[in-house]
């Protein structure tokens, strides 16, 4: 795998802005309509907040009744104005944010959609590179970031950019002369909170990263506290647990610290500010009521400044999240159909290696000039010591990977020119470590395909595979409950339904890489009583680990060090006297007999 | 505030930062109520029938200022005083919380995951310092500037005080209701949240599965329902949580809409010379009442959150001291008897063994010695005992039915740190540090010289290994020493436990993942270099305890046979079996 590709897969190809709010943009474009009307409202509700501070200016001219001669009407009108206001527009504020909500939730939804979509369809390989916790943190959260951005990031800064102008507006049109002046004030909490937004965000940065130092220490000592105690290292790794506290205490205390100045700094030339419109209003010749509204409105002056500046951090961390989504959705898979491949629809099973090489890294090859030829309905085994490459064959054969020289038939076909999803369908494969998901049983055997088996289906097979017994001992028989990864059930029951699974997906061509884990006498017979049937379903490919499952194949194919060392059947071998004449005596020697 | 065992000591230690923020934030309280004041002033200045003087104007100018200052200090105070306490509680109990953990046994951390373990340390740390720090601030902010406001509303006029009084007690309920309502539905939302997460985590870790079952389309239709429920809960959470908001907004409008109607009434009424109740109230105090209803604003709606927060830490508390208090099974004799020197002869004397949570016992009546200096094997089927064998002689889990001796010492009453002087031990996990291979070998004494840590290495056969990565002894080995292969990992960790240089070395499957050739290397090296020494050996290869001394088989936790490896061809039946069947497993045997 190249540089290219690796950076892709890990997300560290960097992107412009540009390129990011042009795809992002893809995204939400059927969503538009509602943005915009979202800006719309967003521009009413800002305009609304402006008003109320006029209608207090009004009250409080109104109020001094001697100068403005005005009834109790007037303050009743006033009253029931600013009541009308205040619910007009907290009307708009909810329909403009369940507007948003509902779009931003739809994005997410599609969006997820889309990534896991495209998860799924990358090869093996380039799963196997990446790991888990990153692809669920691109799936489930990068996916709600980066509609974050258009449906809150964005439009608060919108929101905050309308508010500083519309208060600025309001003050230019109550007392130009004043607002000169407090653009002062604006232009210094302005400068002052960008820096320090600078300034925290490093802060935080570290904060985090000392964050996550520290729990991968604990989690690490946690973990590994046998060896700690058992080497009576206690002292020392408190020693550096103590340390990297610190680390974070301190770290805390610089944002605390930083805190501490700034947002006493910001509130004091509010509480100035203020001081400034008592001191100009009479040098300014403003009524009482210009000086209510100034008042109201500098409350809403400097803290859009404020959340400006914490958003611009937002749009940063908006964009790695994007970079890394977009990374990831570029990545191609590394098997795919040729344009021409041929949907197969039945297999007869025959398959052929001629001269296989692989190596997962260049030259360190795991198979080496493999060939062989295995007859529809033969069994086949595969011999040898681990990292002989018998799982890396039937692998191949599937298409997990694709070989470097050599060609792999089916039935006279090169696999690389079959449809990968009707080469699949055609051979079922039962894993060495079987994986199951938590649910029911039934929807283990079916891995929720629904619609195409009905129960008895279902139970058809787990008769057949032997697995009937211990399901309809189970509470709920097909929909007794599964734990993750199955942890409710025993090795050799979810071997089973690992047989259950294969059988009920009808292939042609049965690919079993045997497990070696101890396994009870009684389901020992059972694994072994379904094995001898299913050998009748068609061709069967087996890496074993058990001679008594191979004795009666047809053709046993002896690897070492991915090179084919023998190949014949059982008798055939015996009579070699080679490798497995060697491995057969050692177990079958009358001395030996157990 | 909050107070349980682990947790008033701090207060003992800071009460000084306390004390120091409480009343900071008490005066400034009382500062800033004479904001709305001022402009209740200039208002009256203004539409005074006389012109002010330049002196009453430039005193009110200076009184704001002023405000302004001591607000700033008293904000820059309060800040430092109670967040660094908060943030040297957090540290404490984090330290605390850490001691803990290293006299931890495995049977407690078998019972609880690492997982649950790192959030006492984060989330619910972070819970109670938060209450510690903000939560102070809220509480006291909450009742002094309350307690303030409404004096001075009174003060100013009694029925309007009510009218602004009253309605805000609606706000402290609905506060509450709010949040908990909403800590509900945002649990609701978590939950959504988790779930999506499990099913994404679970179908990625299978995928293979689906793709080798061609399934992708039926998953993804899977998908599509769970995370359409989270996107249905979600919008849920958020109409409920800006429902809530707006109303809130609602209500205080209305409340100021009360204070404009009511009060513009009876500043009307005063002004036609027939003020109700008999008092007197013009515009500048009725500005000031509106500036005082807007300071009660946040103090109120927080009275409301302070329950729930405090309720959180509470519960995060109740875990925290749980975990604190959760009884150490693995602790020092009382009369610890200290061995030094041990010459490394062993004895297991009818010792039976069970784990906590189970009933039956895997090891059964297991008697025999093994002399100083003997190497020994242990081989049997998988779950018979092996492991179990040796952690009960390290004393991972305490020896309850019969004894196990080392030098005629009983391992119980042996202080811990003799018992763990004389055992350098080989776990069967292989769990290295994210660390340099270097700290790694010298786990055990971060002393040894470089020297020392080669010969270790080249010991376990590992040195070639190092000298072939480019930073050599300082390569980085990754999370659990994911970086190096099984072998690797195994090797180092023998490298580890053979610089202890103890009497007795045991090795719990160690070469499982090593080639022929390298274990025999490895053989070698026990015998000549841990010559005169006790290694037990566990194997699950009948190849790597053939050349031993002796050899254990054990059988579902009872001893089959022990003897050399000669004689066990000849009578133990399961030793005879695993020879066969691991001569199959390839050109071993």
């Not at chain 2, 009218?163 to 949040?179: H, N, R, T």
């Not at chain 2, 990625?204 to 793709?211: A, E, H, L, Q, S």
């Not at chain 2, 291979?437 to 020297?451: A, Q, S, Y």
């Not at chain 2, 010991?459 to 480019?470: L, N, Y």
């Amino acid at each position: 795998m190249d540089e290219e590709k690796m950076s892709k897969l890990f997300g560290s190809k960097k992107m412009s802005l540009w390129v990011i709010f042009g795809r992002t943009f893809g995204y939400i474009k059927s969503e538009i309509f509602f943005f915009i009307l979202a800006i719309i409202i967003l521009v009413i509700n800002v305009s609304l907040n402006m008003i109320l501070p006029l209608v207090m200016k009004e009250f409080t001219n109104t109020v001094d009744f001697a100068k403005s001669g005005a009834t109790f009407q007037t303050i009743l009108y006033l009253g029931l104005g600013y009541a009308a206001i205040t619910i007009v527009n907290q009307g708009f504020t909810y329909l403009q944010s369940m507007i948003l909500q509902r779009s931003g939730q739809k994005i997410i939804y599609r969006l997820r959609n889309d990534v896991f979509n495209h998860v799924e369809q990358m090869s093996v390989n380039q799963l196997n590179l990446m790991p888990v916790g990153s692809l669920v943190t691109r799936v489930a959260w990068y996916t709600s970031t980066m509609s974050d951005l258009f449906t809150n990031t964005l439009i608060s800064i919108l929101r905050n950019i309308l508010t500083i102008v519309g208060v600025s507006v309001m003050m230019v049109v109550i007392s130009p002369k004043l607002f000169l002046i407090m653009m002062i004030f604006l232009v210094i909490v302005f400068v002052v909170s960008f820096f320090f937004s600078r300034y925290v965000k490093n802060v935080f940065r570290q904060e985090r990263a000392a964050n996550s130092d520290f729990t991968t220490f604990l989690n690490e000592s946690l973990s590994g506290e046998k060896i700690i105690q058992l080497f009576r290292q206690e002292k020392r790794k408190e020693m550096e647990f103590d340390e990297k506290n610190e680390t974070i205490r301190s770290l805390r205390m610089k944002a605390i610290r930083a805190f501490a100045v700034y947002r006493p700094f910001v509130s004091f030339l509010y509480y100035l500010s203020i001081a400034a419109t008592f001191f100009f209003a009479f040098r300014f010749e403003l009524g009482a009521g210009d000086v209510v509204a100034f008042y109201l409105l500098l409350s809403n002056f400097f803290s859009p400044i404020e959340a400006l500046a914490d958003s611009l951090n937002n749009l940063t961390r908006a964009h790695t999240s994007c970079e890394r989504l977009y990374n990831l959705l570029d990545v191609k898979p590394d098997v795919l159909d040729k344009p021409d491949a041929i949907d197969v629809k039945e297999f007869k099973g025959e398959i052929e290696f001629r001269n296989v090489y692989f190596a997962y890294e260049k030259e360190n090859w795991i198979l080496q000039d493999v060939s062989f030829h295995i007859l529809p309905g033969q069994t086949a085994a595969f011999v040898g010591a681990t990292g002989a490459g018998k799982t890396t064959i039937l692998s191949l054969i599937v298409r997990n990977y694709e070989p470097q020289k050599g060609q792999i038939l089916i039935d006279g076909i090169n696999v690389k020119d079959i449809k990968i999803t009707s080469l699949r369908r055609g051979i079922g494969q039962m894993l060495q470590d079987v994986f199951l998901f938590s649910g029911t049983i039934r929807s283990n055997i079916t891995l929720h395909d629904d619609d195409s088996y009905s129960d008895n289906d279902v139970m058809q097979v787990c008769e057949y595979v032997n697995a009937d017994k211990f399901i309809n001992k189970l509470d709920g028989g097909l929909n007794a409950t599964i734990i993750e990864r199955g942890e409710n059930l025993s090795t050799g029951q979810r071997q089973l339904l690992s047989f259950a699974r294969t059988v009920l997906a009808k292939p042609q061509i049965l690919i079993l890489d045997e497990a070696t884990a101890n396994i009870d006498t009684e389901t020992e017979s059972l694994i072994q009583d379904s094995l001898n049937k299913m050998k009748n379903i068609g061709t069967m490919l087996i890496v074993a680990h058990r001679l008594s499952t191979i004795q009666h194949a047809d053709k046993i194919i002896v690897l070492q060090q991915g090179k084919v060392m023998e190949m014949g059947t059982h008798q055939e071998l015996l009579k070699q006297k080679g490798m497995y004449h060697k491995l057969y005596m050692l177990q079958f020697d009358p001395k030996h007999k157990f | 505030m909050l107070f349980g065992k682990y947790i008033n000591k701090f207060y003992k230690k800071y009460w000084y930062l306390f004390l120091i923020g409480i009343v900071t934030l008490i005066v400034i309280d009382y500062v800033q109520t004479l904001i709305p004041e001022s402009l209740g002033q200039i208002v009256d200045m203004i539409q005074g029938s006389t012109a002010p003087k330049e002196k009453e104007v430039m005193d009110l100018v200076f009184k704001v200022v002023m405000v302004a200052f001591i607000m700033a200090i008293g904000r820059v105070i309060w800040r430092l005083a109670l967040l660094s306490a908060a943030a040297r509680i957090q540290l404490g109990l984090r330290q605390d919380m850490f001691r803990k953990s290293q006299r931890l046994s495995q049977t407690y951390l078998h019972n609880n995951s690492v997982g649950n373990i790192l959030n006492w340390f984060t989330t619910d740390v972070e819970a109670v310092d938060d209450l510690m720090g903000w939560g102070t601030i809220m509480l006291v902010d909450a009742i002094f500037m309350s307690v303030l406001v409404i004096i001075k509303l009174i003060n100013v006029h009694w029925v309007l005080g009510i009218i602004v009084i009253a309605p805000m007690i609606l706000v402290v309920v609905w506060g509450s209701l709010v949040e908990k309502f909403m800590s509900n539905a945002w649990d609701r939302s978590q939950k959504a949240n988790d779930d999506l997460y499990d099913f994404i985590q679970e179908n990625i870790t299978g995928i293979r599965v689906i793709k080798a079952f061609v399934k992708e389309v039926q998953q993804l239709h899977a998908f599509s329902k769970v995370a359409w429920k989270n996107r249905e809960v979600n919008i849920k959470f958020a109409r409920l949580s800006v429902l809530f908001d707006v109303l809130i907004e609602i209500t205080l409008g209305i409340i100021t809409t009360l204070i404009l109607l009511f009060g513009g009434y009876f500043v009307w009424m005063s002004f036609k010379n027939e003020p109700l109740f008999g008092i007197k109230i013009d515009s500048g105090q009725l500005i000031t009442i509106t500036g005082y209803f807007t300071m009660l604003i946040w103090p109120m709606i927080a009275l409301g959150q302070i329950f729930s927060m405090r309720s959180r830490a509470k519960t995060s508390l109740g875990r925290i001291t749980s975990y604190l208090n959760s009884p150490e099974d693995i602790v020092e004799p009382e009369n610890p008897v200290v061995l030094d020197n041990a010459k490394g002869e062993i004895t297991f004397n009818d010792l039976s063994f069970a784990y906590p949570e189970n009933d039956t016992d895997c090891l059964k009546h297991i008697s025999l010695t093994i002399k100083a200096g003997e190497s020994i094997g242990v081989v049997g089927k998988l779950g018979c005992g092996k492991t179990t064998l040796v952690n009960s002689l390290a004393r991972l889990y305490n020896v309850e039915k019969g004894k196990i001796l080392i030098d005629g010492v009983d391992i119980m009453d042996m202080s811990l740190v003799s018992l763990r002087k004389a055992l350098a031990y080989v776990p069967q996990d292989n769990f290295l540090f994210s660390d340099i291979i270097k700290n790694n070998i010298g786990f055990g004494n971060m002393d040894f010289t470089l020297e020392e840590i080669r010969e270790g290495a080249s010991f376990a056969c590992v040195a070639d290994d190092i000298e072939g990565f480019e930073d050599r002894y300082e390569t980085k080995v990754g999370e659990r020493g994911v970086t190096l292969s099984g072998g690797q990992k195994q090797r180092v960790s023998i490298a580890r436990a053979f610089l202890m240089n103890a009497p007795i070395m045991i090795m719990d499957d160690s070469v499982s993942a090593v080639d022929i050739k390298t274990e025999e290397s490895i053989l070698k090296n026990i015998k000549e270099k841990r010559a005169g020494k006790t290694t037990i050996l566990v194997a699950s290869r009948v190849s790597t305890v053939s050349s031993l001394d002796r050899i254990i088989v054990l059988n579902e936790g009872e001893i089959e046979a022990f003897d050399t490896h000669e004689n066990l061809l000849k009578i133990s039946p399961t030793y005879q079996k695993m020879v066969m069947l691991q001569a199959l497993e390839g050109e071993r045997g």
